[in-house]
């Protein structure tokens, strides 16, 4: 079991920034990667970032070069930085955690935090 608590959001203006958080407990060592989606009226949840337990990296086309995840393994937390953001960025984030346990995955979720971008 994995409890994730989403901090971040909120509105802001096109081109401006916002950073989320993502605070994780519980059986950490069954974590092996963590990331973010988001979900916007009308559409399906979308991978934005990921990080794996070894820091690899991988991100959205539409974020490459704007959005940086990382990760404090001592605070047990993942941050998303969002850079340039754009009115089309405006949705609910959600942060995930993957486990693979007996060669099962389980995906966790936080409870989501709106990002509202406007032009």
């Known amino acids: 079991q994995v409890q994730l608590v989403e901090y971040g959001g909120g509105l802001v203006q096109a081109g401006g920034s916002l950073r989320l958080s993502c605070a994780a407990s519980?059986?950490?060592?069954?974590?092996?990667?963590m990331g973010w989606y988001r979900q916007a009226p009308g559409k399906q949840r979308e991978l934005v970032a990921r990080?794996?337990?070894?820091?690899?990296?991988n991100y959205a086309d539409s974020v490459k070069g704007r959005f940086t995840i990382s990760r404090d393994d001592v605070k047990n937390t993942v941050y998303l930085q969002m850079n340039s953001l754009k009115p089309e960025d405006t949705a609910v984030y959600y942060c995930?955690?993957?486990?693979?346990?007996?060669?099962?995955?389980?995906?966790?979720w936080g409870q989501g935090t709106q990002v509202t971008v406007s032009s």
């Open positions: 990080i794996t337990s070894g820091r690899r990296t």
């Open positions: 995930n955690a993957e486990l693979w346990i007996a060669m099962t995955r389980e995906d966790y």
């Open positions: 519980g059986s950490m060592f069954s974590i092996n990667a």
